[in-house]
């Protein structure tokens, strides 16, 4: 049966609005595969995550179990890394304990003719009473400390000669 | 008057054909748009909580090998700590010490006493006065003893004077410390780090140290009925 189109042909719509039509509804079309294949995928890959979430949930909770069966280990380390710490602020403090070696390898300069009479000692200096009864000794000894390099500073307080005890030596040393 | 429709059916055919189409495209971009936003969003929490798990089982796996590493390294060591820097004071096992190794060293101990003790943040000190008579060496070769120590000490002043021709009298003060236990361990989840060298170093010093052989005290003996002598 033949179509009758009544519309006066001034009143009809142009021609190519229909393609513009048709081509709007292919676009939406489009959309629609677009949107129903991506919603497609993104449940996919959601119940893929939730699966994978639920995994590394359980092996956490493993893992969690086993660290905490480990409790006094952990204890034990952290109480040794307290215990290091504070032992390491102690052993960083300027004492005479750092310095022990250096007053003991002073007493290497001394030979028969020289001996200590007395000696003080803090964390940053020594102070030290020395006789000698050979003019060479005491020498060969003040040489010995100025070229040992091991103090900062050597200050000669006082020499003086007795002939009870020969010469007297007091001696100011900075350490290092 | 006009009918309620009349503007409804003033619209041209024109909009008519392409009114359709649009709105159908249009409701299925702003489907489309607000599906991806709302699922990516979704993806990418999902994403944030797969990676924060991921790193917690990382830090977990890692502080158990450090835990299972440790446990047998550290399980011997771990009492040479206490004694080293002990969590109350260590005066009394000091001058134990002192009083062990002068006498070993053949040195003559005299005015032993102890200060009072000071502290500063978390570590207290306390200094231990005494004199040492004997000869350079002895005192010398205490003095080196007293870094063998347990608990740790050190040397704060050393006065040394000529009592003899081979006789010194030596006044020496000691420094004691101790330290608070630590009242927390860290939480499961938080990273445990290993040992460093100079951790290690310091661990393989301390194991070293000689500890005080204190006298161990024996369980009570279970009590029995005492016997009447009048009977």
Redesign the interface.
Known sequence: MAKIDLLPKELAPKKNLYKIADIVTKIAYALGGILFISIIVLVIIFILNLGNIKNLKSEEKDSQERVKSYEQTEQQITLAKDRIASIKEIWAMKNITTSLTKIMDFFTFFDENISLKNLKATSSNIEMSIDSVSANSTTIFLGKIISSKIFDSVILKTFSFNPSYGFRIVLELTLK | MKNKYSQFKAV???IK??L???V??L???I??IF??RF??T??SS??N??KN??K??NI??Q??Q???K??DA??N??MF??A??PDSNSVLPIIYQIKTFSFNSGLVIDNLKSASESKAK??SKADINFDLIGN?ASI?SF??T??TFSP?V?????????QGAML?NAKITL?G?W?P??KR??S??QQ?KD?SD??MD??SK?SKLTVPAFVSISPMQEQTERENPFE
Do not use: C, H, W
Request: glycine fraction near 4%; charge should be negative; charged fraction near 20%.
């Open positions: 041209s055919p024109e054909i392409l359709v189409p649009i159908t495209f409701g299925m971009a489907l489309l599906s991806l699922g990516l979704k993806i999902q994403g909580e797969i798990l991921e917690n089982i977990l796996k502080k158990e450090v835990l299972m440790v446990k550290l399980a060591d771990i700590f206490s080293a820097l978390n570590l350079l010398f003095l080196e007293t870094q740790i050190t040397i704060e002043s050393l006065e040394l004077s000529q010194f420094r410390y330290s236990l630590p361990i860290p499961v989840g445990l040992f100079e951790e310091i661990i301390i």
